[in-house]
């Protein structure tokens, strides 16, 4: 017998609250995306903050590769979604030659010699040691993860489950685990590399979007978290920039949804959750309309679905208290520029596509990117902040006219409490710093800039829906990982309220632009309904 179809209310239109709007209508329910801004994509979108000639990726700003259960069913090439691989490393330094970590092995050993022939010889174990990683990260990322510490015969069994996956893993696997989760990035290269050059480059990655220095416990789990690409198919990947932008991405998997018969509605802000005895089964929205649905899925940051969405009685109470005392800083600034040509690196003049269509990092030391963050840490914005750049303009000629382009510069760190105050004044200086930094190493830069935006912890609360400014909905911590993500014992995708779901990156595989968060939550919506399904059929002997 066929399976009814079942309503769907999906909050929020960003990448996950589509992949799952996208599974679920391909599997025949009724699903209807309710996004509070005027397009959708959340963090991952294209917009043209200068008229239509630039088009500009405001945040989330390259994107790792989907697993490939996402791509298949949602057949998103067919709706334009395109990857174009980012080049490598380049790091420019104001006194000296940069670091090129090219792709080429024997190019990239010569390379690093030029900074420390022991630094060329280590590189190719730390590469392989880092592939090594899928095979403990991917079954940790892509496996949903128990209710540790339950002792109901269900979790019991899941528990069971995830230890039978861990059998795979022998005593130096746990041992990397164990240093992934507890050490600093900082720890992780210092004892492998010994130039500055080589530490500075290699720390950026485990702090990116994250309210902790190189420094600080945990951050070389953000490493290994932004190295994890194609997990889907338990293989490391590469970092693209996506055909047209991030909104390509989010634009792909709109239109993969509705041509499932999903229906994706902007501006229609969700005010409030309907519960009724302990189960979710509608939507208010802020213009009054009550929506109703079998289940709901909130892939809106928890502090907004739990504390500001529903009622406290509705929930438990140490729940609440979790999300409460969630963490949720960053002090991330995102500064974006229109350019009229590219710029001329003094330790690499010309073009290079390896250069200009890398990733060029601004972080001449480890130290140098620590003390960015304890100038956060004291309270003020960074005097010499660390810059994670790209120029995707040069692989994809959509974003700009003909010569010139545009430039993405992902920085850190300001004060977390920037996110209370837009601090214009102050984030208009602080670009300015990032910018003589730039023109120090591209002296004619600044003269090549045609417009600048810059987004701050301000804005990306209170335009993007990100709390605290934190890209991840939530610190990627040791306490808030795995079945803490993003409380104990709901790290499942599911809620105190029953038909509730989540699947915002705050959840456990979120982080990054994979869509991890909707596929799961899928799988987890499938399973609970068969199971009540064929709870149903064993009362009353009524077919599935």
Request: charged share 20%; aromatic share 8%; hydrophobic share 40%.
């Amino acid at each position: 017998m066929a399976r009814e179809p079942f309503d769907v209310i999906v909050i929020g239109g960003g990448h996950n609250g589509l992949v799952a709007a996208g599974l679920l209508a391909r599997r025949g329910a009724r699903v209807t995306v309710l996004e509070r801004r005027e397009q959708v994509g959340g963090a991952a979108i294209t917009e043209q903050p200068w008229g239509p000639d630039f088009k500009m990726t405001a945040l989330s700003y390259v994107v790792s590769l989907m697993p490939p259960t996402i791509l298949r069913e949602l057949q998103l090439e067919r709706h334009g979604y395109r990857i174009l691989p980012q080049g490598p490393y380049f790091a420019p330094r104001p006194d000296g030659p940069a670091l090129r970590i090219p792709d080429d092995p024997r190019a990239r050993h010569e390379a690093i010699s030029r900074f420390s022939p022991r630094d060329a010889d280590a590189y190719p174990e730390w590469e392989s040691w880092l592939a090594g990683l899928a095979d403990v990260l991917g079954p940790l990322l892509t496996e949903t993860p128990p209710r540790l510490g339950s002792h109901r015969p269900a979790d019991l069994l899941a528990q069971g489950r995830f230890a039978w996956t861990a059998r795979r893993w022998d005593q130096r696997s746990i041992a990397d685990i164990t240093r992934l989760f507890t050490m600093s990035i900082a720890d992780l290269v210092e004892e492998r590399f010994e130039s500055d050059a080589m530490r500075g480059v290699l720390s950026v990655s485990g702090v990116i979007g994250t309210w902790a220095g190189p420094r600080s416990a945990g951050t070389a789990y953000v490493m290994a978290h932004h190295k994890v690409g194609d997990v889907g198919d338990g293989q490391l990947g590469a970092w693209g920039f996506p055909e047209g932008g991030m909104g390509s991405v989010t634009r792909a998997l709109r239109d993969a949804a509705l041509s499932f018969g999903a229906t994706v509605r902007t501006n229609a802000e969700v005010m409030r959750i309907i519960v009724r005895d302990g189960a979710a089964v509608g939507v208010v929205t802020t213009s009054g309309e009550e929506i109703f649905a079998d289940v709901v899925i909130a892939a809106t940051h928890p502090q907004i679905t739990f504390l500001h969405q529903l009622e406290a009685t509705e929930l438990p109470d140490d729940f609440v208290e979790d999300i409460r005392r969630w963490k949720t800083r960053s002090g991330t600034v995102k500064v974006n520029l229109a350019l009229d040509r590219l710029p001329e690196f003094t330790s690499a003049p010309g073009f290079d596509p390896d250069v200009h269509g890398g990733t060029i990092v601004l972080a001449p030391s480890l130290d140098h990117v620590e003390q960015a963050f304890q100038d956060a840490v004291a309270g003020r914005p960074a005097t010499a902040p660390f810059a994670d750049i790209c120029i995707p303009s040069v692989f994809d000629r959509t974003l700009a006219p003909e010569g010139k382009h545009v430039m993405s510069l992902f920085t850190q760190w300001v004060p977390a409490s920037w996110a209370d105050e837009p601090h214009r004044d102050e984030l208009n200086a602080y670009g300015a710093r990032l910018i003589e930094q730039v023109e120090a190493v591209a002296p004619g830069f600044t003269d090549s800039i045609l417009h600048s935006q810059i987004i701050g912890p301000y804005d990306m609360e209170h335009t993007y829906g990100l709390i605290g400014g934190n890209i991840f909905h939530g610190e990627l911590s040791p306490a808030q990982l795995f079945h803490m993500r993003p409380a104990p014992g709901y790290a499942d995708y599911r809620t105190p309220i029953r038909g509730l779901y989540q699947a915002s990156s705050a959840t456990h595989g979120g982080g990054g632009v994979t869509g991890i968060p909707g596929l799961k939550v899928v799988e987890q919506i499938t399973h609970d309904r068969a199971t009540a399904r064929d709870r149903v059929r064993r009362v009353f002997g009524k077919p599935s």
